[in-house]
């Protein structure tokens, strides 16, 4: 993910805030794995979450990125943490 990124992106001037965007999407999502409590699992969760929307609204510059892409992912990204951890 890293190595296409950096390729991607490539004298992006915001290219190390992209960097840190997707370490902390991917520490979000190794405490979602390795979790052994539900509390930390649900905070987890929640912060894959907002680390998802903070990625795919990166080009936040764009109206299209802002409207349509971010507020799309983080409903569904935020609703699915009620329907993995509710009851069952």
Do not use: C, D
């Not at 993910?1 to 991917?26: E, K, S």
């Not at 520490?27 to 905070?43: Q, R």
């Not at 510059?61 to 971010?70: D, N, P, V």
Request: glycine share 12%; proline share 5%.
């Amino acid at each position: 993910m890293f190595v296409y990124a950096g390729g991607y992106l490539a004298g992006h001037p915001q290219q190390n805030r992209l960097f840190v965007l997707l370490t902390l999407f991917m520490l979000a999502m190794i405490g979602t794995v390795t979790s052994n409590n539900l509390m930390v699992l649900f905070m987890f969760w929640e912060m894959t979450s907002i680390a998802s929307f903070a990625v795919v609204g990166f080009n936040h510059s764009q109206l299209a990125s802002r409207k349509s892409s971010a507020r799309q992912a983080l409903p569904i990204t935020g609703g699915g943490g009620p329907y993995f951890v509710g009851p069952g």
